[in-house]
T-cell receptor, first 111, second 114 residues
Framework: DAGITQSPRHKVTETGTPVTLRCHQT?????MYWYRQDPGHGLRLIHY???????DKGEVSDGYSVSRSKTEDFLLTLESATSSQTSVYFC??????????FGQGTRLTVV | AQSVAQPEDQVNVAEGNPLTVKCTYS??????LFWYVQYPNRGLQFLLK??????LVKGSYGFEAEFNKSQTSFHLKKPSALVSDSALYFC????????????FGTGTRLQVFP
């Protein structure tokens, strides 16, 4: 299995609080992605990165920001969590011609 | 903009019968196409991919998919379904010349009945 670790695995937070999810890889992959998974919507891309300090928006980026200060780590921040951001969040990594490799997911509940 | 459509929310098939899970895509260039499977409370597992070359791609667990450029499709198939194939299946597309985004479909739940 690819070395992708998401932390935390589960989190409950209150509306209006900031939350940061971390994705750590040991594969030296260029690309890193953050997705959210919701019933009926499948996987939707939030943000992605194509290199250190190089990021771009995905399909559902409002309310989220990301940072990638080194190859291994890709952080997803919810500046002020809302109930609509309750979801399962997946990180993925990959290279130019390979498939993406997924972490185990983070279940976030905003109450 | 690139996109992926999985027109069936659920596919039901009897064990031993062939199965097909449909996927169509839209990209401006030549696509990279992928299939993934997700079992309950698990992450996504890679099944197969089309990057270039032979249109018929074989993957894990006996699955295969055929890239059809004229129909912009990449349907997932298996000759003989197993109950253990029951899971959620996702198709994904990447347009390597225009964006680095990897976009997924909404998923198709495959239910294989004994």
């Amino acid at each position: 299995d690819a070395g992708i670790t998401q932390s935390p695995r589960h989190k409950v937070t209150e509306t209006g609080t900031p939350v940061t999810l971390r994705c750590h890889q040991t594969e030296n992959h260029r690309y890193m992605y953050w997705y959210r998974q919701d019933p009926g919507h499948g996987l939707r891309l939030i943000h992605y990165s194509y290199g250190v300090k190089d990021t771009d928006k995905g399909e559902v980026s409002d309310g989220y920001s990301v940072s990638r200060s080194k190859t291994e780590d890709f952080l997803l921040t919810l500046e002020s969590a809302t109930s609509s951001q309750t979801s399962v969040y997946f990180c993925a990594t990959g290279t130019t011609n390979t498939e993406a490799f997924f972490g185990q997911g983070t279940r976030l509940t905003v109450v | 903009a690139q996109s992926v459509a999985q027109p069936e929310d659920q596919v039901n098939v009897a064990e031993g019968n062939p199965l097909t899970v449909k996927c169509t895509y839209s990209v401006s260039g030549n696509p990279y196409l992928f299939w993934y499977v997700q079992y309950p409370n698990r992450g996504l597992q890679f099944l197969l991919k089309y990057i270039t070359g032979d249109n018929l791609v074989k993957g894990s667990y006996g699955f295969e998919a055929e890239f059809n450029k004229s129909q912009t499709s990449f349907h997932l198939k298996k000759p003989s379904a197993l109950v253990s194939d029951s899971a959620l299946y996702f198709c994904a597309v990447r347009d390597p010349l225009n964006t680095d985004k990897l976009i997924f479909g909404t998923g198709t739940r495959l239910q294989v009945f004994p």
